[in-house]
């Protein structure tokens, strides 16, 4: 069983940044593909990005390359999610996400625990 808590939501501006964290309880995080899905009103969940056990691979959506970069520390038990250059279209709810898989996927069914989500909202 993991547990997931993600923090570092809020309220910015177009053009600013945020770094999500997400805090893993439980055991063996390092043995999980960690992911980040959002999910704006409306919409469906969609993949956002993901980073495999060992965190040499890593995979994100289109419509965030370059601007968000999804990192891991497994000391800490923490996966992170750095954006930059916000759009008002990135606002929505962040979920971290865990999956035993040891290879990459942007699967929604195929991670195993979710978090509660974290809004962030980006005025224009």
């Known amino acids: 069983q993991v547990l997931l808590v993600e923090s570092g939501g809020g309220l910015v501006q177009a053009g600013g940044s945020l770094r999500l964290s997400c805090a893993a309880s439980g055991r063996s995080f390092s043995s999980y593909t960690m992911g980040w899905f959002r999910q704006a009103p409306g919409k469906e969940r969609e993949f956002v990005a993901a980073?495999?056990?060992?965190?040499?691979?890593?995979y994100s959506s289109d419509s965030v390359k370059g601007r968000f970069t999804i990192s891991r520390d497994n000391a800490k038990n923490t996966v992170y999610l750095q954006m930059i250059s916000l759009k008002p279209e990135d606002t929505a709810v962040y979920y971290c996400?865990?999956?035993?898989?040891?290879?990459?996927?942007?699967?929604?069914?195929?991670?195993?625990?979710w978090g509660q989500g974290t809004q962030v909202t980006v005025s224009s």
């Open positions: 996400a865990a999956t035993a898989l040891t290879y990459f996927t942007s699967s929604i069914r195929q991670y195993d625990y």
């Open positions: 980073m495999t056990q060992s965190g040499f691979s890593t």
